[in-house]
């Protein structure tokens, strides 16, 4: 069966204290994982798309990288505005319409 | 780019009402849109896909005679909350999926929260 597990499901940081999120999925024939951010009471905003093991993508302090069976958000000495619950998502195997499937979300506290 | 627009933000009926909400895509045109429920601290669940032109696809338990959806152009779905019970509020997002056709990156709209009365 199709899935997508993320770890930790909460995670408190001090401003400053760089960490990573993880993303691990079982989907066989991967065609892209997606990292969003989601901020209280809105919807999910789209951060990054990796297709390759090995592929790595930068956006500020955030880094996401991809295995051939996870993949990681690396957030570098963050501060309190990253503070949201993060999302990844892969199609599913049969690549149906572009369904995607999402795991349960790290939700990330930022102290100052 | 690909941006995505729902309206309303939040609505407030009371029960036996029926609620429509749009997802409109600004820049670029979905063939293929999504509804989404979430409720407080989960994660996203699919309702339904809507593709331009066609009947929407329902996914398993979803009643389709309730959640009516509708994706009359390339920028505009709709989906209405026939005779909304108290059990139907929730956080309801839409997305398109993006510009390029050939990747499956989903962009979302704001959502609407729905609360019945």
């Known amino acids: 069966e199709d899935q997508v597990t993320q770890s930790p499901e909460a995670l408190r940081l001090q401003e400053g204290e760089s960490s990573s999120l993880n993303c691990s999925y079982t989907?066989?024939?991967?065609?892209?994982l997606f990292w969003y951010r989601q901020d209280p009471g809105k919807g999910p905003e789209f951060l990054f798309t990796l297709y390759s093991a090995g592929e790595e993508k930068e956006k500020e302090r955030l880094k996401a990288t991809l295995t051939k069976k996870e993949s990681f958000l690396h957030i570098t000495a963050p501060k309190p505005e990253d503070s949201a619950t993060y999302l990844c998502?892969?199609?599913?195997?049969?690549?149906?319409?572009?369904?995607?499937?999402f795991g349960q979300g790290t939700e990330l506290s930022v102290k100052p | 780019g690909a941006v995505v627009s729902q309206h309303p933000s939040r609505v407030i009926c009371k029960s036996g009402t029926s609620v429509k909400i749009e997802c409109r895509s600004l820049?670029?045109?979905?063939?293929?849109m999504f509804w989404y429920r979430q409720f407080p601290k989960q994660s996203l669940m699919l309702m339904a896909t809507?593709?331009?032109?066609?009947?929407?696809?329902?996914e398993q338990g979803v009643e389709k005679d309730k959640f009516l959806i509708n994706h009359a152009s390339l920028t505009l779905s709709t989906l209405t909350v026939t005779s909304a019970h108290p059990e139907d509020s929730s956080f309801y997002i839409c997305?398109?999926?993006?510009?390029?056709?050939?990747?499956?990156?989903?962009?979302f709209g704001p959502g609407t929260r729905l609360t019945v009365l």
């Open positions: 997305s398109a999926r993006g510009p390029s056709g050939a990747y499956n990156e989903q962009f």
């Open positions: 998502a892969v199609p599913n195997r049969y690549n149906q319409g572009g369904k995607l499937i």
């Open positions: 820049d670029f045109q979905a063939t293929t």
């Open positions: 989907v066989s024939g991967l065609r892209g």
């Open positions: 809507s593709n331009e032109g066609s009947k929407a696809t329902y």
